[in-house]
T-cell receptor
Framework: DARVTQTPRHKVTEMGQEVTMRCQPI?????VFWYRQTMMQGLELLAY????????DSGMPKDRFSAEMPDATLATLKIQPSEPRDSAVYFC????????????????FGDGTRLSIL | QQPVQSPQAVILREGEDAVINCSSS?????VHWYRQKHGEAPVFLMI?????EQKGHEKISASFNEKKQQSSLYLTASQLSYSGTYFC??????????????FGQGTILTVHP
């Protein structure tokens, strides 16, 4: 089965350090989403790409977070500098959107990166 | 706006039924349902596309009422494997955010033997 691959699975680092999370979407999928999940806030959308172009990053703190898609097989989410409040599980999801299906296609989630900032 | 799910948590014994509701304050064109087991990623269950449409996944089915701007997930004869957190997601209607899902806060379902 095709899967979304995220690395690393776990990351523990000290406050102030740069954190980079990577995501390999399912081959052929043209949409990529980054989510953050915490007990308090639930599942929040941070950024959304279609055909590698960023469409919506309104959920992302702009001063420290950045998201990119250098190519169709790699999406990255960076935090610099990291803070304890960034501790969460970060999920990447991919999907296929065409003109016909619009938003009516499922999102396939990776296993997530569990981030702890000390 | 985030859709509202109810109840927040449900505890069942195997074989019992449950209903999870998802309501939106904005017009709905479709509703997505996902299940997340503890420590795992959310997994897609189904998408409801039309008003009144019902779809099924194993013994889990769902309905979608456009007029009421809500969807309900029905879990029949629950099994231990149904335990997890259920999320509904509602897509944005247009613009560059078309395709973006806003998820509800989730409903925690626990099934006991």
């Amino acid at each position: 089965d095709a899967r979304v691959t995220q690395t690393p699975r776990h990351k523990v680092t000290e406050m102030g350090q740069e954190v980079t999370m990577r995501c390999q979407p399912i081959l052929g999928h043209n949409t990529v989403f980054w989510y953050r999940q915490t007990m308090m806030q639930g599942l929040e959308l941070l950024a959304y790409f279609r055909n590698r172009a960023p469409l919506d990053d309104s959920g992302m703190p702009k001063d420290r977070f950045s998201a990119e898609m250098p190519d169709a097989t790699l999406a990255t989410l960076k935090i610099q500098p990291s803070e304890p409040r960034d501790s969460a599980v970060y999920f990447c999801a991919s999907g296929l959107r065409d003109r016909g299906s619009g938003s009516n296609q499922p999102q396939h989630f990776g296993d997530g990166t569990r981030l702890s900032i000390l | 706006q985030q859709p509202v799910q109810s109840p927040q948590a449900v505890i069942l014994r195997e074989g019992e039924d449950a209903v999870i509701n998802c309501s939106s304050s904005k017009a709905l064109y479709s509703v997505h349902w996902y299940r997340q087991k503890h420590g795992e990623a959310p997994v897609f269950l189904m998408i409801l596309l039309k008003g009144g449409e019902q779809k099924g996944h194993e013994k889990i089915s769902a309905s979608f009422n456009e007029k009421k701007q809500q969807s309900s997930l029905y879990l029949t004869a629950s099994q231990l494997s149904y335990s997890g957190t259920y999320f509904c997601g509602t897509p944005n209607a247009g613009g560059t955010s078309y395709g973006k899902l806003t998820f509800g806060q989730g409903t925690i379902l626990t099934v006991h033997p």
